[in-house]
């Protein structure tokens, strides 16, 4: 048996979720460009859909973290709490995949506000869920935490 089994044997109950979909973060940066925001308003809609699948422990409502990201742009606040809670959503998850939890909320929000690149940031933090299990996009996978 693997350390990773011996982990999974060893917890009571397992918990199994539904895997994101890898995306350059790049490319992410890129698309919110070209299409002046209206990618990224969708990313954070789509990333936190995913993220409540990957794990049920993971209350969000995906439809108003889009909506404080697009209605919210001109007061500002909802826009970086909607971003602080989906770095902490994925940070969530970084524990529930086993692996240490590097994503900092804080850092991307700020990445946001001074260059705009806070979600490719938070989309290279996701990306390290997904290559720990290095498996496709919605293959169901066991949490190791």
Not at 50 to 71: G, H, K, T, W, Y
Not at 124 to 145: C, M, Q, S, W
């Amino acid at each position: 048996m693997t350390q990773d089994t011996d982990v999974l044997l060893a917890r009571e109950v397992l918990t199994v979720g539904v895997l994101p979909r890898h995306r350059d973060p790049w490319l992410v940066g890129a698309l919110g460009l070209a299409t002046l925001g209206l990618y990224w308003i969708y990313w954070v809609w789509q990333v936190n859909r995913e993220l409540r699948r990957f794990d049920e422990r993971i209350a969000v409502r995906p439809a108003v973290c889009a909506a404080a990201v697009s209605l919210g742009a001109p007061l500002a606040v909802p826009q970086f709490v909607a971003i602080h809670h989906t770095g902490r959503r994925i940070e969530a998850a970084q524990r529930a995949a086993g692996i240490p939890a590097t994503c900092d909320p804080v850092t991307g929000v700020l990445w946001w506000v001074c260059f705009g690149v806070g979600v490719m940031y938070l989309q290279d933090e996701l990306n390290k869920v997904i290559d720990r299990y290095g498996a496709p996009a919605g293959t169901e996978v066991f949490h190791f935490a």
